[in-house]
């Protein structure tokens, strides 16, 4: 259970740069269906913005193309 009083929300945008691409050159990814090129959002229960990337990035690495867009914290 979270613990209101040392979490905190943050709204995470992030995308996938590879289907993006793909998608601009009328193209499909083997993987990710095309609306991964636009930008979605995630809310991320975390300490601080650090974390939020962190545990996001966890979930969609790097590695296979997803970009953080940007990460704004969530009013109380």
């Keep these: 259970m979270l613990?209101?009083?040392?979490t905190k929300f943050y709204l995470v945008t992030f995308y996938n740069k590879?289907?993006?691409a793909?998608?601009?050159d009328n193209q499909?990814?083997?993987t990710y269906e095309d609306h991964w090129g636009t930008a979605h959002t995630q809310d991320v229960a975390a300490m601080t913005e650090s974390e939020a990337r962190s545990?996001?990035?966890?979930r969609?690495?790097?590695q296979e193309g997803f970009v953080i867009e940007r990460v704004?914290?969530?009013p109380l």
């Design 18 to 20: 590879t289907v993006r």
């Design 28 to 30: 499909t990814h083997p």
């Design 72 to 74: 704004t914290p969530e």
């Design 22 to 24: 793909l998608v601009k």
């Design 3 to 6: 613990n209101p009083s040392f």
């Design 60 to 62: 969609f690495p790097a």
């Design 55 to 58: 545990k996001l990035l966890q």
